[in-house]
């Protein structure tokens, strides 16, 4: 249990390429296609579902119709402009 939180804490990673949106945190991971992301919501903690992150006040992705993921980037604005870069919402 504790190498799995601490492989948490230390392997957390989001990446845009390819025009997918990948992420990691520890052993959980996926992907996601950018042009499907549907709307970006700034700031807010989301308490149940998937939540790849180590922090409080990220972002919460919404993808597909009924989809979301929780994230926590360094930066949510630079995160959010490098998304917009790619598809403008």
């Known amino acids: 249990m504790v190498g799995i939180f601490v492989s948490m804490l230390f392997f957390t990673s989001y990446t845009l390429s390819d025009g997918y949106f990948r992420y990691r945190c520890g052993v959980i991971y996926g992907k996601i296609r950018i042009s499907r992301i549907q ?43 490098a998304i917009l870069k790619i598809n403008p919402i």
Do not use: C, Q, R
């Open 39 to 81: 709307e970006i919501i700034v700031g807010k903690t989301m308490h149940v579902g998937l939540k790849p992150a180590t922090a409080t006040k990220g972002l919460i992705i919404k993808y597909d119709k009924y989809n979301d993921i929780y994230i926590s980037p360094d930066s949510n604005e630079s995160f959010v402009e």
